[in-house]
């Protein structure tokens, strides 16, 4: 009986031990041929999203280029609207001074006129009234 116990244990070990040694074979094949799958489509799914993070960034830079030719373009008419104003100022500055100028130059001569009529007038005064 006690044989017959032991050849039985021995047998179900014996059945156990193939069971798990091929449990581990199936496992490990499973493993082998599938991990490098889910590897893949790990590193798909986080290029996919890199991907889609470049895509984002790649509108954004476009919109800011767009944004910054708008501000370019303003930028330019502004400098051009400035330019001219500038221009505008000098002129009116040079026309300023030369008007200036020529009403100094008219005060001297009213001056001059103003002091020459005073000698003659008092000269003639003197005329008379020593007559």
């Known amino acids: 009986m006690i044989g017959s116990l ?18 581990l074979i199936y496992a490990s094949i499973w493993i082998f041929l ?3 799958i889910k590897r893949l489509d790990k590193r798909n799914k986080r290029l996919a999203e890199a991907n889609c993070e470049y895509n984002k960034i790649t509108v954004e ?3 800011m280029l767009e944004m910054n030719d708008a501000q370019r373009k303003v930028y330019e008419e502004w400098s051009v609207k400035k330019q001219k104003l500038l ?7 040079s026309e300023l001074s030369r008007k200036q100028k020529i009403i100094k130059e008219h005060d001297q001569e009213f001056k001059a ?3 020459w009529q005073n000698g003659k007038s008092s000269k003639t005064r003197k005329k008379k009234s020593t007559n």
Request: cysteine-free; overall charge negative.
């Open 6 to 23: 032991l050849n039985a244990l021995l047998a179900t070990a014996i059945i156990l031990g193939i069971v798990l040694i091929a449990g």
């Open 34 to 36: 599938f991990s490098p």
């Open 61 to 63: 830079h476009a919109k």
């Open 87 to 93: 221009d505008d100022i000098d002129k009116a500055e």
């Open 113 to 115: 006129f103003n002091e």
